[in-house]
């Protein structure tokens, strides 16, 4: 029987339209737009992040695979910007991540720092890379910053000299973790993953050998040495298990490292929470449960000589190749238990369809019925049922899974509150920032809303002004509007009320007609989303009020621009 479950996975890799088909029997298409094209589909794959307004396009019962906003972790500069905020209030918490700077910006501090080295005779090294890059890709190592192009975008980081090695090799490790929900957040690690090993010994010397200093795979497949073997237990790309085990007999503390690790993820991820909720919000506003993006990030993550994990980077879009055996069964076993675990089946479609054709009954009979804190009260209701009922799901398909957000006292299904309590310091902090920027930018709209209006608009009004009896104009007062529409609608009042007044009871109809001949609609050539002001949750009446409190970005009141010109508002508004 052909399966009626439609995935449209544009991707280059194959694995991922082989597990799709082979373990899930779903009806593969691969369409670059299926939006343009208007085709319909239940779970989509795209290498690479859609724009926003496909995010906004987005049905109730469909999955894609990226979440909006993610590259405020998975870009490197933005990465390093969002965690040296967190750096800032909480620097031993979040000291997993080198230092950074962004280039040109932190031009000077960098200089600073060199040159208080130099003093110290201390030699820093440090590794610059491109800020979007990957695979190794425009990376260079330099003990000379000072030489670089102030002028170029880069990352620079501090060069982890002394990193952990094996068989005298540097490696890093490549974590695989799932994101299927944040808000509330919900984040999973798979207990497989790759290492990867550079192919020449290492040394503090070379720093322009990548094939010492570079961990990438891209990089050492090109090197003669380059070997692997078929499970992964030797050469320069191994398991993550089989590399653990090596840690173990080494003397590490496979389960504190494991620990840090996931720890690293979790403040990572932390980091730019509220930011994945107010984008998730902006796109998805009536949707209840987040249920519409899922995402694999691949966390790049190095040991150093003790074997204290360090973060790297995040990749958004980690490479599904399978070049190598261990490749195959790594990604096929990664892809299938995230199928599994995101639950996209028919019968699973059909009951968000179901759900949905509910609730616009209820909204249409409910409006008579019942009262609108019931109704919310209600909504909260089904909400928790379906994150419970989703949550037992999650729990019974695992597979390679664990999660590690929220945090869980080990081998149970108890929620561990001191951890909890310590990570939601860190999401007070990030909604903070995320608030404090989206202040600035309101502020900023509302500066050009205002110098847009006083332009177009304040001529307008001053010629309307200057047809207004003396007596009425007594009545004029300073207003402020809500937005552009109801300055508009206040406009047409004016015009009708000035049309009636003077029809009724005015001589002067010389100036009714002057009045009258004034071009009112011109102002609506403003638009709305030309003044870059985002759209509000407040003002949708589809979105959950209840969300607001835990996570979600208020909307601040950054369409009340005042309008400071004098407004005839007042003008027989009894009419
Ligand atoms: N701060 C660092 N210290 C030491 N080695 C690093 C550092 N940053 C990156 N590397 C090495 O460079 C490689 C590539 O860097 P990464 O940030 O992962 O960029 P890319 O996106 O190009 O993979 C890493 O796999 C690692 O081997
Ligand atoms: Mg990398």
Not at 404 to 418: G, T
Not at 529 to 558: A, T
């Amino acid at each position: 029987m052909i399966n009626l479950f439609k995935a449209n996975l544009d991707s280059q890799y194959n694995i991922i339209k082989e597990v799709a088909k082979g373990q899930f029997n779903w009806r593969v298409i691969c369409q670059k737009d299926p939006w343009m094209q208007g085709v319909d589909w239940d779970i989509q794959w795209t290498d690479t992040a859609p724009s926003i307004d496909k995010f906004s396009k987005i049905k109730p019962y469909q999955k894609i695979n990226h979440f909006p906003a993610m590259f405020q972790i998975a870009r490197k500069n933005y990465l390093a910007k969002n965690l040296k905020k967190m750096q800032k209030n909480f620097k031993d918490d979040y000291k997993f991540f080198p230092k950074t700077w962004l280039l040109p910006q932190d031009l000077s501090e960098l200089k600073q720092i060199i040159a208080q080295n130099s003093q110290r005779s201390i030699k820093q090294v440090y590794i610059v890379k491109p800020e979007s890059l990957s695979q190794g890709k425009g990376i260079f190592i330099t003990k000379r910053v000072d030489q670089i192009d102030p002028t170029e975008h880069l990352v620079v980081q501090k060069y982890l000299k002394y990193p952990y090695l094996i068989d005298g090799l540097k490696f890093d490790l490549r974590i695989y973790v799932l994101v299927t929900n944040v808000q509330p957040l919900r984040i999973f690690i798979h207990k497989e993953g790759l290492a990867r090993f550079a192919s020449e010994q290492y040394q503090h010397k070379s720093y322009s050998n990548p094939f010492i200093h570079l961990t990438n795979y891209a990089i050492n497949k090109d090197n003669q040495n380059f070997t692997s073997d078929q499970n992964g237990e030797t050469g320069h790309k191994r398991s993550l298990k089989s590399v653990y085990q090596t840690l173990q007999k080494d003397g590490i503390d496979i389960e504190k490292l494991q620990d840090r690790i996931d720890d690293i993820i979790v403040k990572t991820l932390i980091s730019i929470q509220p930011d994945l909720v107010h984008n998730y919000r902006t796109c998805q506003p009536g949707d209840q449960f987040n249920n519409m993006c899922f995402e694999i990030l691949g966390f790049d993550i190095i040991l150093n000589k003790k074997g204290v994990p360090q973060l790297l980077e995040v990749n958004h879009a980690p490479s599904f190749n399978d070049d190598t055996n261990l490749d195959r069964i790594v990604k096929s076993q990664l892809l299938t238990d995230t199928f599994r675990l995101l639950n996209v089946t028919l019968p699973e479609k059909n009951k968000v369809l179901e759900q949905i054709r509910l609730q616009t009954e209820q909204r249409i009979i409910g409006s008579i019925k019942i009262t609108k804190q019931q109704h919310l009260s209600q909504k909260i209701d089904i909400y928790l049922e379906r994150l419970r009922e989703r949550d037992n799901y999650e729990f019974e398909n695992l597979g390679g899974y664990r999660v590690i957000y929220p945090a869980y006292i080990k081998d149970s299904n108890m929620i561990d509150q001191e951890k909890m309590i310590k990570y939601q310091q860190f999401l007070d902090c990030a909604k903070k920032y995320t608030m404090d920027i989206k202040i600035a930018k309101d502020e900023e709209s509302k500066v050009q809303v205002k110098q847009t209006l006083i332009k177009t608009v304040k001529p307008e009004l001053d010629s309307i002004k200057k047809v207004i009896p003396e007596k009425l104009r007594r009545n004029i007062s300073t207003q402020s509007y809500k937005n552009l529409a109801d300055f508009l609608n206040k406009k047409s009042q004016i015009q009708l009320a000035l049309t009636k007044n003077y029809e009724n009871n005015t001589p002067k109809r010389g100036q009714i007609l002057s009045c009258q001949n004034i071009d009112l609609t011109s102002a609506s050539k403003i638009k709305f989303q030309d003044l870059s002001i985002s759209p509000s949750h407040q003002d949708n009446p589809q979105s959950p009020e209840f969300f607001q409190e835990n996570g979600s970005i208020e909307s601040s009141q950054h369409q009340d621009f005042m309008t400071n010109f004098t407004n005839p508002k007042n003008v027989k508004l009894n009419l």
